[in-house]
């Protein structure tokens, strides 16, 4: 199980959520640095100028579906595939932060 976990992130962004989904549905304890959209001072230090990048005791991780599955195999090392029930877990992470991309898109805010 990982220590020392910090998901850099946009708090809309859809490939984020899909990352907090995996990390929350495992149980896995994870600081959030939230990214500034300008000038993303935050993520300063990393070549890799998106979001979400995930930090696991040291090593950086980037884009939600590789996040998501290097973690899968760091906690199941004897099992590189998942099994069926495992891909429909993933599969649903995946659709549900494509639909809360859809409803954010979709809602409009006034300042």
Known sequence: MPKDVVLYQYEACPFCNKVKAFLDYYNIPYKVVEVNPISKKEIKWSDYKKVPIL?????????????????????????????????????????????????????????
């Open 55 to 111: 930090k696991v005791d040291g090593e950086q991780m980037v884009d939600s579906s590789d996040i998501v599955d290097k973690l899968f195999q760091r906690m199941h090392p004897d099992n590189s595939v998942p099994d069926s029930d495992e891909e429909t877990k993933m599969a649903w992470v995946g659709g549900q932060s494509l639909g809360a991309c859809f409803v954010s898109k979709h809602i409009s805010i006034s300042f």
